[in-house]
Every structure is written in structure tokens, then in C-alpha cells.
């Protein structure tokens, strides 16, 4: 037996009912179950028990992030060096400038930008993980539950849809709004309707609009401002991203402005492959957005505007401009809030195509339309399933009346 195990099992009596630290069982419980698999298993043919149990499919989530925590780090780092070379910046006037003054700003030194990268996503990371645990911890000790893993990947994906600029304070309500009212009030995990991470960064966009969208909240540089690719296509179309000197395939790689985490389609494949490979994510959720996506925005490139150049743009610019690959691989495959069944895993998935087009390109004041589809979709998925469960019963009483 390991030194570790045997030190866990030394303290559990002080966790257990009637020890010391009887509140604080469900964090001595989180960490075990993190480090080891529970002994105390189900036996027998009384269960179907899957391989796989949601602390791995949680651990599976958190690892399909990777490549997109990656490139936030690079991209960060890389957007800011870049934005500090072009207005003469040689320091950083914060309590990040006593770490990256060691470092230097140079855009074209990997060093340089790993670390100035690394100053804007991990504090935003940490004060999720944090806030959000209280919230986590508190839920648990109250309702006499286990911690859940679930919040490791609601933490993560959250940090990474956040611009590298919001103030701190705000991750900490942002991320305390999604875990209470997103989930926790309902019961929590595979009780809540609502993406949690998503809900939270809902409430950052309408409460703290400022910090969540414009011009000046993407490059991590005091006095610097730019749009992204999607708000320049609001603007102008294809024509005004191209004349930003952005091409397409710059945006399918994502050293680009934007949320940290969701610029690079190329990093957002990467993770569908794992989690389409491991079968976390249903991947007939993910057709059913493409299909969604692109059925609607060629339908409305056929019917065109002479005032709204969002009606020309093509499929493949939806796909590569904003968050749509980071929400259809992360979020929109979310297995609680999701639709369950086969047939309404493709009606939700076209469903959240349908309206992450016809948001972007009906109302360009609001570009970035796929956080609300998939809100809407998780709203409308208990439905979906209702209606092909209802059908196929119905199908089957006729197939043996």
C-alpha cells in the first residue's frame, strides 16, 4: 500500500461521522476519490455498471481542453507582445510587470510569450477554481453530497470563453452565478437544464457588457484596441475581415483577437477527436450544429441584402470566425443539458446552428450568437426528447397492435 493511501486512510476517521471534521467529509471524499477509485464498489448483477465513471468522464473533458489551454496562453501572450510592439511599450504597469519585465515583450520570443500569456490565463483560472469551489464545497457540505467533478470542466471551459482583460472580481461572480443558478439550485450535477459555464458568462455579457465585448477588451495591453473577426464581419462582411489583413486560414489556426480560449478551430478538432474517440461527447450533437450551421447560412445567402453583409458570408467563415467551434465541441455537447436520445441529439445540434446563424447575421449588434443557441437549445432539449420518445412509443404500438 502506498504512503499516500495509507495517510488517507489514517486520516478518514477524523472526516467520518462522528470524527472532528464531520463538516468537511465531502472535501477529504473529493480527494480521495481524485487520487484513487472508490474501494467500496457495487457487486453482484444488480447494476449495469459503465467502464467509465463520471470522475474519468470529467477527467476526459478537462484533458480535451488542453490543446485549446494551449493556444490561450500563446495567444494571449503572443496578441499582447504584439500589441506592446506596435504602441512602444517596454513594461507592464501592473503586478504583472515584476514577473514579465524578467522576460521581456517580444512577439517572435516563445519564452517572452508563454509567460505573458500565462499572467492573464491563470489568474482568471485560479479565481475560478477558487470562487466557484466555495460555491461547490458549500453545496456539498450542506446537502450531505460528494464534491462533484463536474466543476472542473465548468471552471475550465468558463476561463477559457472569457477576453484575457476582465477584471478578476467579475470571473468571481460570473463563475458564482453559473455554479448557484445555473446548477446548483436545481438540484446540481445531471439536475440543471442550463450549461453552467455558459449561464455564468451569460450573466458577465448583459451585467458587465464593457468587459465582455468591443473593442478594447481582447489584447491583454492598457490603452490597446482592436475587434475581433467576427466583429469586424458585423461590420462589414467577409470584405472587412480581409481588409484587416486577416484570412481565413489565420482564423482556422486563431492567432487572432478574441476569448481566450475559443480562436483556434484547429485546437477545437484536436479535442473533438478525443472526445468523439472516447465517446464523451456524442458526435451526432456536433453534425447536427454543422448541418445546422451550414443549411442555414447558404439559405440565407441565397436570399442576400444589399444592407447586411452577414448574409453573404459563407459556412466556412461561420465556422472558423467567434466561438462557434469552442461552443459546438465543448458546450453544445454538454451530455446534462443536452438532448439524450439519438434523433434529438441531431434536432438540438441543428438547432443550435440554426440559431447561432440567424443570430449572427439578423442582429449584428450581437455577433456572437452561439452562446445564446445553445442556452435556448438547453431550454428546448427535455422537449426534443419528449417528442421522439413520444413518437417512437406510439411507432412501436402500431408496429404490434
Given at each position: ?234 461590420m462589414g462582411g467577409v470584405d472587412g475581415i480581409t481588409a484587416a ?157
Amino acid at each position: 500500500m502506498s504512503r499516500t493511501r495509507e495517510f488517507l486512510d489514517k486520516l478518514h476517521p477524523h472526516f467520518a461521522k462522528g470524527g472532528k471534521f464531520e463538516v468537511l467529509y465531502p472535501v477529504f471524499e473529493m480527494v480521495d476519490t481524485f487520487l484513487y477509485s472508490p474501494a467500496d464498489v457495487t457487486t453482484g448483477n444488480t447494476h449495469v455498471r459503465d467502464a467509465v465513471d463520471l470522475k474519468r468522464v470529467m477527467t476526459y473533458v478537462v484533458l480535451a481542453s488542453l490543446p485549446c489551454v494551449l493556444m490561450a496562453i500563446l495567444n494571449t501572450g503572443y496578441q499582447a507582445n504584439l500589441a506592446m510592439e506596435a504602441l512602444g511599450k517596454t513594461s507592464v504597469d501592473n503586478w504583472r510587470g515584476l514577473i514579465l519585465n524578467m522576460f521581456g515583450y517580444s512577439p517572435y520570443n516563445p519564452l517572452s510569450v508563454v509567460m505573458h500569456g500565462l499572467m492573464y490565463f491563470l489568474p482568471v483560472y485560479i479565481v475560478t477554481l477558487v470562487a466557484g469551489g466555495i460555491w461547490e464545497v458549500l453545496f456539498a457540505t450542506v446537502r450531505k453530497h460528494d464534491v462533484n467533478e463536474g466543476f472542473f470542466v465548468s471552471s475550465m471551459l468558463f476561463a477559457l470563453s472569457l477576453p484575457p482583460s476582465i477584471p478578476l472580481w467579475q470571473v468571481a461572480i460570473g463563475i458564482s452565478f453559473g455554479v448557484v443558478l445555473g446548477k446548483e439550485v436545481f438540484g446540481g450535477t445531471g439536475k440543471n437544464f442550463l450549461n453552467p459555464a455558459l449561464t455564468g458568462r451569460a450573466f458577465l455579457y448583459f451585467a458587465y457588457p464593457a468587459s465582455m465585448s468591443g473593442d478594447a477588451v481582447w489584447t491583454a495591453v492598457d490603452g490597446y484596441t482592436g475587434a475581433t473577426a467576427l466583429g469586424l464581419a458585423a461590420m462589414g462582411g467577409v470584405d472587412g475581415i480581409t481588409a484587416a489583413g486577416i484570412g481565413w486560414f489565420q482564423t482556422l489556426i486563431g492567432f487572432e483577437q478574441g476569448s481566450m480560449g475559443e480562436t483556434s478551430v484547429l485546437a477545437c478538432a484536436l479535442g473533438a477527436a478525443f472526445l468523439i474517440y472516447t465517446r464523451v461527447a456524442n458526435w451526432r450533437v456536433m453534425a447536427g450544429v454543422m448541418v445546422g450551421m451550414v443549411g442555414t447560412s447558404t439559405l440565407l445567402n441565397i436570399i442576400g441584402s444589399d444592407s447586411n453583409a452577414m448574409y453573404s458570408m459563407p459556412f466556412y467563415w461561420h465556422l472558423t470566425l467567434g466561438g462557434f467551434a469552442f461552443g459546438m465541441v465543448y458546450m453544445a455537447t454538454d451530455p446534462v443539458s443536452a438532448a439524450m436520445t439519438n434523433p434529438g441529439r441531431w434536432v438540438f445540434g441543428a438547432l443550435v446552428g440554426f440559431m447561432t446563424v440567424l443570430i449572427r447575421v439578423v442582429n449584428p449588434a450581437f455577433p456572437e450568437g452561439i452562446m445564446l443557441a445553445i442556452l435556448f437549445s438547453n431550454i428546448f432539449a427535455p422537449l426534443i426528447d419528449y417528442v421522439v420518445i413520444k413518437a417512437n412509443i406510439r411507432r412501436r404500438a402500431k408496429r404490434y397492435a
